[in-house]
């Protein structure tokens, strides 16, 4: 069965342990998607000078953040690695493996609700901060075949993400440059409109810089985009906003 391809809005670690409407949402996807053999993740959290393929047999659970709960901390992740699936991958589109890394809360804050008994296995591809974004997104589409081998391919990122904007009030109000983001990025997804979704000046003045400081949120999205097809329905799981500048929407293709 041809998998469906998913982008993931994580939002704050802390989304791991809590129960409301998003981490309902997860719950319901890991029930109604079709089983996956593993799980490919292109975390927004593991950054890299080339692009780099996780072979590892027990991937640890890293805990790549500061300052939050210590239960947090406590959270494990213990999901075999796909190594075989993995060095295949890597070998067919020549990129470097890493046994170094592991699974970073980008992927198991995410997978600890989808599927709560780490029973599928799951790895990790790097984002080559290099890479133009046409780069990431025409690997993506090399990632493609994967879907037809019953691989679930999982983007994590945020589709706004600026850190120095964040309001801490539990139900404070989004804030408008991130909703006008969210909605021109929801627009041109049904469009599929790649052109403008790899153009940073497409966006207006200064508005792409405004919610990416950084790309590393934003790139995930682009790997989905490129191993989805114009033949894909597209649905969005989730929709909403944590912390005033932070967009939790999901992206199903398929």
């Known amino acids: 069965m041809r998998m469906p391809v998913l982008f993931i809005g994580h939002g704050a670690p802390t989304n791991a342990l809590a129960n409301n409407p998003y981490t309902h949402a997860l719950i319901k996807l890991g029930k109604e998607l079709p089983r996956p053999k593993a799980i490919l993740c292109v975390s927004a959290h593991w950054v890299t000078e080339d692009s780099r393929v996780l072979v590892s047999e027990k991937p640890k659970t890293i805990h790549d953040f500061g300052g939050f709960p210590r239960e947090l901390y406590q959270v494990q992740y213990p999901a075999s690695g796909a190594v075989e699936t993995a060095r295949k991958i890597s070998k067919d589109l020549a990129l470097l493996t890493d046994d170094s890394w592991g699974l970073d809360h980008g992927t198991w804050s995410v997978l600890v609700h989808m599927y709560p008994k780490a029973d599928v296995p799951v790895f990790q591809l790097s984002l080559d901060q290099s890479k133009k974004f046409e780069e990431h997104l025409e690997l993506g589409r090399k990632l493609e075949s994967l879907r037809d081998q ?105």
Not at 218 to 223: A, S, V
Request: aromatic residues 12%; charged residues 25%; negative net charge.
């Open 150 to 254: 019953g691989i679930l391919i999982l983007g994590s990122g945020n589709l706004t993400h600026n850190l120095g904007e964040i309001n801490w009030e539990p139900n404070a109000e989004p804030v408008d440059w991130a909703v006008e983001f969210d909605s021109k990025a929801k627009e041109a997804l049904e469009k599929r409109d790649e052109n403008f979704l790899i153009d940073v000046s497409a966006w207006g003045k200064g508005l792409f810089r405004k919610n990416h400081p950084t790309a590393d949120h934003y790139i995930p999205l682009l790997y989905v985009l490129g191993t989805s097809t114009d033949k894909d329905k597209l649905s969005y799981p989730y929709e909403g906003f944590e912390y005033g500048s932070l967009s939790m929407r999901m992206v199903k293709f398929g």
